[in-house]
């Protein structure tokens, strides 16, 4: 056992690459997106580091081309889930006592593996798989899984070294223990960057974790796991079982060695597994740890002293950026009236210009959605917009299945603050404007109360008197909260993500503060000339 204080490389947000026309990162991409389109993998379930194959297989389709099959992959079902929990509780023994620096050692060379040789195949698997254009991915797959993997081994050892006062005679220490069974982690298909934190976070802990992907982003949470392997993360240590939500989960929620759950999805999920928690409360070994992020219902605010270039730039990249399927994506605009009839001709100008298509064409800003369920939710709302007599599609709004799940990028203009697409999350690329005509205070009031979301939200002013009003008055309604820009793009190290209300438990990724939920300390005391008698001072007689 070395005797040495390790110090973490300090970590660096991972440059973005801009692929421009003959650069050689575009080209090296282009080649690894050719390759890759004309595969056809076949992906198992991975369960202490074995392949599983079980024939009870879905396909992985690309979302822009919905004929094109990218691969199949193996669901689980109960026999494969017993064996997930019983490879976590095995590699739990020595993974969880293993030094810190170790553990640590796995994902730094992650961080570099990605950053090298795996670059181009977690950018091309998103790409392929979930119809981000290559800046969205590049952002995503690439760099923000990165800085993941850099930042929290120093959130890490920061925490570690955090250690109580010592008063003359007695030591006291802090220890940071791995929490006693398997952590749960269900991923999201929208960000595989979160597909990759979700377990590795309280691995790096010394935690052991049944990773459950959301089946429309199988295919690249694979690629992780080849990623994982190859920075030598121990066989067990995270178990990658796709299946469906049903099957995976309710097993392994009832199941006593439960130590956490860690998620990213829907409100409605979470809070089934919430309360599927609580009904077995009584029989698990120790109380859960339960991180979520569940969703949001995001608003851009604006002054009437708005920037309107800033804020019509802020409405198109915040609202329809990657389709718009991003929890912290605009969904909902408070605009004052005599500001919109300024703002509109520019925002539809810009939109006008707005590309969408297959994400193998760089030219293209947008491409599908994910799957047709959202699609025909999507629709739904959007056809909803059509019928309405308070609200009125002023751009956008044709939704087209026939060779990919495409849905135009949709501004919709209501005059009424309570129009369902300003209240209920839509998480497609819809955006809903409502020209206030109430004083500042009100309206700020009415944006605060509107949502039952507290995520991301962002306000555009250049009074500054407005900005601190704002900033005061929605101090609840955003656990992001963004001044004069877009209420999207949190940088690990830098915005740590999360928010309240029903938008989940704010735990902020990319920061201590969730690392601290995968650890349960212990308190050691040593005094060095401990008393030889009971009796005190104040009981002698003189």
């Given amino acids: 056992m070395s005797n040495a204080f390790f110090k973490v490389p300090p970590p660096q947000n991972e440059p973005v690459r801009n692929y421009a026309p003959g650069s050689a990162e575009r080209t090296s991409l282009e080649m690894q997106l050719h390759a890759m389109a004309n595969d056809v993998v076949d992906i198992p379930i991975i369960i202490g580091g074995e392949e599983v194959r079980t024939g009870n297989t879905k396909p992985c389709v690309m979302p822009h081309d919905h004929q094109h099959v990218l691969g199949h992959y193996h669901q689980a079902g109960p026999k494969e889930i017993e064996a997930a929990i019983a490879s976590c509780n095995q590699a739990w023994h020595t993974w969880s006592e293993m030094a810190w620096e170790d553990r640590a050692a796995v994902f730094l060379k992650a961080a570099e593996l990605l950053a090298g040789p795996y670059r181009d195949v977690l950018n091309a698997a998103t790409m392929l798989g979930q119809s981000k254009t290559v800046l969205q991915a590049e952002i995503d797959s690439a760099c ?62 010394g935690n052991v974790s049944i990773w459950k992907p959301a089946s429309s982003s199988v295919y690249s949470g694979y690629f992780i796991m080849k990623l994982l392997e190859e920075a030598g993360l121990p066989p067990g240590v995270i178990n990658y079982v796709p299946g469906s939500g049903a099957s995976v989960g309710n097993a392994v929620i009832a199941h006593q060695d439960l130590a956490g ?64 399927q991003k929890c912290s994506a605009a969904s909902r605009v408070y605009v004052p009236k005599k500001l919109w009839s300024k703002l509109k001709p520019r925002l539809l100008a810009e939109m006008e210009t707005v590309t969408q298509g297959d994400v193998r064409d760089f030219s293209n800003f947008m491409s599908a959605v994910i799957d047709r369920g959202a699609f025909n939710s999507i629709s739904d709302y959007v056809q909803h917009a059509k019928q309405a007599a308070d609200a009125t599609v ?66 555009f002013a250049q009074d500054r008197g407005a900005i601190a009003q704002a900033t005061r008055s929605l101090r609840h309604a955003a656990g992001n909260f963004y001044i004069n820009d877009k209420p999207t793009g949190a940088v690990v190290g830098q915005q740590p993500f999360g928010g309240g209300r029903a938008s989940g438990t704010n735990d902020k990724a990319g920061s201590k503060i969730n ?27 003189s």
């Avoid at 990759?196 to 691995?203: K, S």
């Avoid at 219902?297 to 329809?320: P, T, V, W, Y």
Wanted: glycine share 8%; charged share 20%; with cysteine.
């Fill in 515 to 541: 690392l601290l939920k995968w650890v349960n300390s212990r308190s050691i005391k040593e005094t060095f000339n401990p008393p030889k008698r009971y009796d005190y001072p104040h009981m002698r007689e």
């Fill in 144 to 205: 923000e899984l990165i800085d993941f993997y850099r930042f929290n081994p120093h959130f890490m050892a920061s925490l570690y070294s955090e250690q109580p006062e010592s008063p003359l005679g007695v030591w006291n220490r802090s220890e940071y223990r791995a929490l006693e069974g398997f952590v749960f982690s269900v991923t999201p298909f929208n960000f595989t960057s979160i597909a990759g934190n979700l377990p590795t976070a309280p691995a790096m802990m």
């Fill in 261 to 324: 759950v860690h998620f990213t999805g829907s409100t409605g999920v979470f809070q089934g597994m919430w309360r599927s928690i609580g009904e077995n409360i009584a029989r698990y070994r120790s109380y859960p740890r339960i991180v979520g992020e569940t969703g949001g219902k995001d608003f851009i605010f604006a002054h009437e002293s708005a920037d309107i270039d800033a804020l019509a730039i802020a409405i198109l990249r915040g609202a329809f950026e990657y389709q718009g």
């Fill in 394 to 459: 002023i751009f956008g709004g044709t939704c087209d299945d026939r060779k990919g799940f495409y849905i135009e990028p949709t501004v919709i203009e209501t005059s009424n603050p309570s129009f369902k697409t300003m209240c209920e999350e839509i998480f497609g690329p819809v955006v809903t404007i409502y020209p206030y005509d109430m004083s500042y205070e009100e309206a700020l009031d009415l944006c605060d109360r509107t949502s039952p979301y507290a995520l991301t939200g962002a306000i």
